[in-house]
């Protein structure tokens, strides 16, 4: 009876994960860390890929605990020394999970490859916004001295040996 207790709470962690990175992409300690989970396409993962992300992570590392202990989880409150190798066990698999991060495929865990999303700062997303431009040119700047491609406008003051200049480029 006590594995059945277990077993609803496994469920409410997938559907917590799978519905907060479909719905608005980021758990709310992701969006506090300024995360996201988007598909290639920096569209929010579909509720499949979302799901299939919470499987991998939530339950993949406690696979062992299920095949050992089976439905009861009171087997574990025995001292044994096989249950200090099953603890390491889930840290081991959440290791590997993140073992094929590198710099190269921007820090994608198995999670990410299986479902093809990505896990990117927020802020990287934002754009910033478009300058006005002026297509204004000063007044008869053809007919002014140039340095190189530059119509030079005015001096803007001497510093030792150099001349400060402001130029207009056509």
């Known amino acids: 009876t006590v594995g059945l207790f277990v077993l609803p709470w496994c469920c409410v962690a997938l559907l917590y994960y799978t519905v907060c ?6 758990t709310p300690g ?19 890929q979302a799901l299939l992300r919470a499987v991998i992570y939530n339950l993949v590392p406690v696979l062992p605990y299920w095949i050992v202990i089976g439905p009861n989880p009171l087997k574990f409150a025995s001292p044994a020394a096989g249950n200090y190798l099953l603890s390491l066990s889930y840290y081991v698999l ?10 190269r495929n921007g820090f994608a ?9 990505r896990v990117v700062s927020r802020a990287a997303l934002e754009q910033r916004h478009a300058l006005a431009v002026s ?16 119509h030079v406008l005015q001096s803007l003051g001497k510093a030792g040996d150099a001349e400060w200049i402001e130029g207009y480029d056509l």
């Open 94 to 103: 959440l290791g590997l999970l993140f073992a094929s991060a590198r710099r």
């Open 21 to 26: 990175e479909w719905r608005w992409g980021a």
């Open 135 to 150: 297509d204004l040119q000063p007044a008869g700047v053809e007919s002014y001295p140039t340095v190189g491609p530059f």
């Open 109 to 117: 865990a198995l999670q990410d490859f299986a479902t093809k999303t």
């Open 30 to 48: 992701k969006a506090l860390g300024r995360l996201r989970v988007l598909q290639t396409n920096r569209s929010y993962p579909g509720f499949g």
